[in-house]
């Protein structure tokens, strides 16, 4: 089997306000929810619209074939159709993306991203501090619905690898980390907020399935998000019996560093190393995609993140280390090397992100946050063309 190398078009389809910071100037909001409201309607749908015009083109596509990638991975909103206002609906985009991709022989992993209500709490879950939607039947259904749509309209087409159930559910351990970080504009919002379980995500991703293989050709794959415990799944697998599915794990050095590992190149390899073994023997029951990761971490920042904190959501005090740019590009050539063997233990990889909306030289505290961007990696040699 091919292995995938993939990068996400984060950023596009789904606001991270820390992605494209400008897109939120002269509001207080932190998510797309808020930014709804916080902008008058004519303007925050001109806003959207021109961002997701601009954003991506076909050009990227091109570049990004050009580049040695073979595939895509694109976040996508639950209102993706257009029905649940004032949200604007981006499914002329996707449609874009299916035909430029299939010009120029790249894969499509169609990834839910968002929920009602959020899944996670998370920025990326559609609105910061809230993880309800599990709790709502009728949000469930309606997700399920979506899931349906998708595999209807894009099930036949070529260039579709598969489909993403749904992005990042938080289970306890995540949850309880993230919720310090992403505090609730509203708090009444966020009263009946919990973690997602293992149970309810058992049966959801089984009820996704079971809607989804009723349209969707078996040649097109199925991904299950292992809800940040990647080691919850063996049972699921034994005792279900499943047609083409795939385990999608995120694995971020910043996340390795919140479980305590040192900020330093050695122990960052070790910790991809060891997460590499793992892969390969789940790999024997499932295929594993890694569909996140990327070469950012706090070493090459300069400062402790802790674990990844953004300059939209906090100022980092301190002096800040710039290493030679020699230095930088040896470091991060390592870090890509390691954990792209890691990963292509499994079935491959999905790099997280493509581009990135930020300005690392005139605004200083997005210094070393280029890391993220595939894009500025390639340019600035921090990957070797030649691992593509």
Not at 338 to 355: H, I, L, P, R
């Amino acid at each position: 089997m091919t292995k995938i190398k993939g990068v996400n078009l984060g950023g596009w389809l789904v606001l991270e306000k820390w992605m494209s910071p400008h897109l939120f100037d002269d509001v207080p909001s932190d998510d797309e929810y808020y930014l709804t409201q916080d902008l008058p309607t004519a303007v925050y749908e001109t806003r959207i619209k021109m961002h997701r015009a601009e954003f991506i083109t076909e050009a990227d596509f091109m570049a990004i074939a050009n580049r040695g990638f073979n595939a895509v991975r694109i976040p996508v909103p639950y209102f993706i159709f257009g029905d649940r206002p004032p949200f604007v609906g981006c499914i002329q985009e996707l449609d874009n993306a299916f035909t430029w991709a299939e010009e120029y022989g790249l894969k499509v992993l169609i990834d839910l991203h968002t929920v009602p209500g959020s899944q996670n709490g998370f920025d990326n879950g559609g609105i910061s501090g809230v993880c309800t939607w599990a709790q709502q039947p009728q949000e469930v259904d309606f997700v399920l619905s979506i899931l349906r749509r998708l595999a209807e309209r894009y099930g036949h087409r070529s260039g579709l690898l598969g489909i993403e159930v749904l992005n990042e559910p938080a289970t306890k351990t995540m949850f309880q980390s993230m919720s310090v970080r992403y505090q609730p504009r509203e708090p009444e919002l966020a009263k009946k907020s919990k973690p997602i379980t293992l149970e309810f995500l058992y049966d959801f991703y089984l009820k996704a399935y079971n809607e989804l293989r009723q349209v969707l050709p078996v040649d097109k794959a199925i991904y299950f998000h292992d809800g940040f415990e990647f080691d919850a799944w063996h049972d699921f697998f034994e005792t279900n019996s499943f047609e083409n599915v795939v385990l999608d794990t995120h694995q971020y050095l910043m996340m390795a560093e919140l479980s305590g590992t040192p900020q330093n190149v050695a122990d960052y390899v070790r910790v991809m190393q060891d997460f590499g073994k793992k892969i390969a023997k789940v790999a024997q029951e499932v295929p594993v995609v890694t569909g996140e990761f990327s070469l950012f971490n706090s070493y090459t920042a300069g400062i402790d993140t802790k674990g990844g904190i953004n300059p939209t959501q906090e100022e980092m005090t301190g002096t800040v280390t710039h290493l030679e740019k020699d230095q930088l590009i040896e470091d991060y050539q390592k870090l890509w090397r390691s954990q792209v063997n890691a990963w292509n233990e499994g079935s491959g990889y999905f790099f997280w992100t493509y581009k990135l909306n930020i300005d690392t030289i005139n605004e200083p505290a997005w210094y070393g946050w280029d890391s993220w961007s595939v894009d500025r990696a390639l340019d600035q040699h921090w990957i070797d063309p030649k691992d593509l």
